[in-house]
C-alpha cells in the first residue's frame, strides 16, 4: 500500500540562574569545560509562543552556568512583543538576562536567519516553531555552529524524518550537541522506574495502555478564516489546525505519552491500526479528529494500546501505565510533571499492592532536560536526541495515519512514505503561499477513512 497539554503548561517558572558561552571555533565547544564562570551562553528564541516562552524561562533558570537572551524571532510582531513583555516581568529583578533591543526582535518566515546570526559558535538556539518549519531552521543552525533545543514532535511524514535524520549526522560531525523536548526521558522517577522494569521488576512487559482525554485545547479547532487575514499566516498562528504545520493535535499532544510507554518497552511499535472520528464539530473547519484508539503492535506481539480525546462533558484523564507477566506500574499518574511512579505485585494499581514508589516531591523535568543539556556542552559529552525524536514523531504519526486512513499502517511504510506534508516551507518566505487551500466555504480538507487511503488529506480542497 502506497502510504502515505492540556494546553501547553510546558514550564514552569523557577529561581533564576544562568550559562556559559561558546566562543571557540566551529567544532570546538570543549573549550566550556575550561572557561569557568565568566564566560556566559547566549540563547536565540525561534518561536515565541507560550511553548518557546516557557523553553526560555527554563534555559534561563535550570541550567547552573551564566547564561541570557539576546534574540527574539517570531512570524507574528505581536508574540514576539508578548513573549518578551513576560520574560522580563519574569526577571524584573535580573534585567541583564533579557538582552533583547528592538534590533534583535525579528519578525518574518526568514527571521529564523536573523536571530541564529545574532549567535556566536558555540551558543544555543530555541526552536519553538511549528514542526514544518524544523529541518530548515535545524539545517541553518548547522552551518552557523549553534547548539540546538529544538521542541517536539520534530516531522509528521517520512521525507522530512530522512532529511532530519541526515542533518542530525552532520550536527555529530561539527561535535554540535541538540536536544529535543521529550522531556519525561529526563525525569528522575521515570529513569528509576525504568531500571527497575529493566531489571525485572514486574515480569515481561505483556500489554500497555495510555490515555489524554480532555477537552479542546490550543488551536485545534479553528473556525473559518476572517478575509481580512492572510491564509499562510492564518494556518500558521492555528497550526494545531492543520496537518502540515503539526501533525494535527495527534502528533502535538499525543506524543509525550507514546514515547514514555515505548521507552519502558525498549521498544518502537512495528505497527499500527487506530479509529478516530469527528462529532460535535459546530462551525470548525481543521483537520483533526475529536476521538482517536490507537493499537501499537510491537514485534513480539505485544501491544499498546492509546485513546485520545478532545471533547467536553466527558470524563477526563490523563495517565500512563504498563503491565507485566509478573506486576505493573505507572508510568504517569495524571500528566506529566510530577510522574508519581509507581510498581505493583499484581495488575491492580491500589495502596496494598505497591512495591515501589518514587520520593516526593519531584525534581521538574521541563529544568532537568536543560540541565542535561547544558552539562553535555560545557564536559563536551556526545549529545544527540534528534534521532530517538524522529522515531518517536514518525510512531506517533503511524498511529495518526492508520486513523485517518482506516488503514493498517507499518513503521517501514511511514518511514518510506513518499507524500511531504509541507513540501514548500523552505521558500515560504519567498511564496506566501500557503500547503493547503479551503474551499469557498472555508473549510479545509479533512481526513476521511476508507475513502482517502494513501494519505491523510487531498493537497487542495
Known amino acids: 500500500m502506497p502510504l502515505p497539554e492540556?494546553?501547553?503548561?510546558?514550564?514552569?517558572?523557577?529561581?533564576?540562574?544562568?550559562?556559559?558561552?561558546?566562543?571557540?571555533?566551529?567544532?570546538?565547544?570543549?573549550?566550556?569545560a575550561q572557561a569557568g564562570a565568566n564566560h556566559q551562553f547566549q540563547v536565540a528564541?525561534?518561536?515565541?509562543?507560550?511553548?518557546?516562552?516557557?523553553?526560555?524561562?527554563?534555559?534561563?533558570?535550570?541550567?547552573?552556568?551564566?547564561?541570557?537572551?539576546?534574540?527574539?524571532?517570531?512570524?507574528?510582531?505581536?508574540?514576539?512583543?508578548?513573549?518578551?513583555?513576560?520574560?522580563?516581568?519574569?526577571f524584573a529583578d535580573k534585567p541583564e538576562l533579557i538582552d533583547v533591543p528592538e534590533e534583535?526582535?525579528?519578525?518574518?518566515?526568514?527571521?529564523?536567519?536573523?536571530?541564529?546570526?545574532?549567535?556566536?559558535?558555540?551558543?544555543?538556539?530555541?526552536?519553538?516553531?511549528?514542526?514544518?518549519?524544523?529541518?530548515?531552521?535545524?539545517?541553518?543552525?548547522?552551518?552557523?555552529?549553534?547548539?540546538?533545543?529544538?521542541?517536539?514532535?520534530?516531522?509528521?511524514?517520512?521525507?522530512?524524518?530522512?532529511?532530519?535524520l541526515e542533518l542530525a549526522?552532520?550536527?555529530?560531525?561539527?561535535?554540535?550537541?541538540?536536544?529535543?523536548?521529550?522531556?519525561?526521558?529526563?525525569?528522575?522517577?521515570?529513569?528509576?522506574?525504568?531500571?527497575?522494569?529493566?531489571?525485572?521488576?514486574i515480569g515481561d512487559l505483556v500489554a500497555m495502555r495510555a490515555y489524554r482525554m480532555h477537552g479542546p485545547v490550543g488551536t485545534c479547532f479553528s473556525n473559518a478564516k476572517p478575509a481580512d487575514r492572510d491564509e499562510l499566516e492564518w494556518q500558521v498562528q492555528n497550526f494545531h489546525s492543520f496537518l502540515w504545520a503539526s501533525g494535527g493535535l495527534f502528533s502535538d499532544f499525543y506524543i509525550h505519552q507514546i514515547d514514555e510507554v515505548c521507552w519502558m518497552k525498549n521498544k518502537w511499535p512495528v505497527k499500527a491500526q487506530a479509529l478516530g472520528g469527528r462529532h460535535y464539530r459546530g462551525d470548525a473547519v481543521d483537520q483533526n479528529f475529536d476521538t482517536y484508539a490507537v493499537e501499537y503492535t510491537f514485534d513480539d506481539g505485544t501491544s499498546f494500546f492509546f485513546d485520545g480525546r478532545t471533547m467536553l462533558g466527558c470524563r477526563n484523564d490523563m495517565s500512563s501505565v504498563v503491565l507485566g507477566s509478573k506486576g505493573s506500574a505507572i508510568v504517569s499518574a495524571s500528566g506529566h510533571h510530577p510522574g508519581k511512579c509507581k510498581t505493583f505485585k499484581g495488575h491492580k494499581l491500589d495502596r496494598d499492592s505497591t512495591v515501589w514508589a518514587y520520593p516526593q516531591p519531584e525534581a521538574n523535568p521541563y529544568q532537568l532536560e536543560w540541565q542535561d543539556f547544558i552539562d553535555a556542552i560545557v564536559h563536551d559529552t556526545p549529545y544527540n536526541e534528534v534521532p530517538r525524536g524522529i522515531e518517536a514523531s514518525l510512531v506517533t504519526s503511524m498511529g495518526r495515519m492508520a486513523a485517518h486512513t482506516g488503514q493498517e499502517v507499518t513503521y517501514d511504510q511511514?518511514?518510506?512514505?513518499k507524500h511531504e506534508m509541507a513540501p514548500g516551507v523552505a521558500d515560504f518566505a519567498q511564496t506566501k503561499e500557503a500547503p493547503l487551500t479551503p474551499d469557498d466555504q472555508g473549510r479545509y480538507p479533512v481526513p476521511n477513512p476508507g475513502k482517502i487511503r494513501g494519505r491523510e488529506y487531498s493537497d487542495k480542497a
Not at 511553548?51 to 508574540?79: C, E, H, M, W
Not at 518574518?108 to 536573523?114: L, P, Q, R, V
Not at 560531525?173 to 525504568?194: D, S
Open 414 to 417: 511511514m518511514l518510506n512514505c
Open 45 to 90: 528564541l525561534i518561536g515565541a509562543g507560550g511553548r518557546g516562552t516557557g523553553a526560555a524561562v527554563d534555559a534561563l533558570t535550570a541550567s547552573g552556568y551564566p547564561i541570557k537572551l539576546v534574540a527574539v524571532a517570531d512570524v507574528f510582531k505581536q508574540k514576539a512583543d508578548e513573549s518578551l513583555n513576560a520574560l522580563r516581568q519574569q
Open 104 to 164: 534583535r526582535c525579528f519578525i518574518g518566515f526568514d527571521a529564523y536567519k536573523n536571530a541564529i546570526d545574532a549567535l556566536r559558535p558555540g551558543d544555543i538556539a530555541i526552536f519553538a516553531t511549528p514542526l514544518a518549519f524544523r529541518w530548515v531552521h535545524y539545517q541553518y543552525a548547522i552551518d552557523k555552529g549553534v547548539h540546538v533545543f529544538m521542541e517536539k514532535p520534530l516531522v509528521s511524514d517520512g521525507p522530512t524524518g530522512k532529511r532530519m
Open 169 to 201: 549526522k552532520k550536527a555529530d560531525e561539527k561535535n554540535l550537541k541538540t536536544a529535543v523536548g521529550l522531556m519525561v526521558r529526563h525525569c528522575r522517577a521515570r529513569q528509576e522506574l525504568h531500571q527497575r522494569i529493566q531489571d525485572g521488576e
Open 6 to 32: 492540556l494546553p501547553s503548561d510546558r514550564r514552569h517558572f523557577i529561581k533564576v540562574a544562568g550559562a556559559v558561552s561558546a566562543l571557540g571555533a566551529m567544532r570546538a565547544p570543549h573549550v566550556f
